[in-house]
């Protein structure tokens, strides 16, 4: 009895949580109006210099090779793309994860090609670690 409580609870739970169908959709129509090159562009412009990065088995960046991607983040930042995972809850969500991550590969790749030919003065600030100080 009380399995069955906890899994009807556990499942409930799951089902409030996660994104509906709609609302993959929609933020699937907002990936593919906008345009990856002129977003980076503008974005670069205005001193924001963080790529993209999504979640499926572990965290990666669309468009680039792990080891420049995870440089990049560490150097200017991440924008992680929200509702992208390998642990699929329909097909609407593949929809979506497959238009967001073809929109950050394009944005990703433009920035490094902007970051590239115009290095930034720029680095994020590395926070300081103080071991059992008070």
């Given at each position: 009895?009380k399995?069955l409580?906890?899994?009807?609870?556990l499942?409930?739970?799951l089902l409030?949580?996660?994104?509906s169908?709609?609302?993959?959709?929609?933020?699937a129509?907002?990936?593919?109006?906008?345009s990856?090159s002129?977003?980076?562009?503008?974005?670069?412009?205005?001193?924001?210099?963080?790529?993209?990065s999504?979640?499926?088995?572990?965290?990666?960046?669309?468009?680039l090779?792990?080891v420049?991607?995870?440089?990049?983040?560490?150097?200017?930042?991440e924008k992680?793309?929200?509702?992208t995972?390998?642990?699929?809850?329909?097909?609407s969500q593949?929809?979506?994860?497959?238009?967001a991550?073809?929109?950050?590969?394009?944005y990703?790749?433009?920035?490094v090609s902007?970051?590239?030919?115009n290095p930034?003065?720029?680095?994020?600030?590395?926070?300081?670690?103080?071991?059992n100080r008070p």
């Amino acid at each position: 009895m009380k399995t069955l409580r906890v899994t009807s609870i556990l499942l409930t739970t799951l089902l409030f949580v996660g994104c509906s169908t709609s609302e993959y959709d929609r933020m699937a129509t907002g990936y593919r109006d906008r345009s990856p090159s002129d977003e980076a562009t503008s974005d670069f412009d205005s001193h924001d210099y963080k790529i993209f990065s999504a979640m499926g088995f572990a965290r990666y960046y669309p468009g680039l090779d792990p080891v420049v991607g995870r440089r990049l983040a560490v150097e200017y930042g991440e924008k992680v793309l929200p509702g992208t995972t390998d642990a699929l809850e329909s097909r609407s969500q593949a929809k979506y994860i497959k238009v967001a991550t073809d929109f950050a590969a394009g944005y990703n790749k433009k920035k490094v090609s902007l970051i590239e030919q115009n290095p930034p003065k720029f680095k994020r600030q590395k926070k300081a670690w103080r071991a059992n100080r008070p």
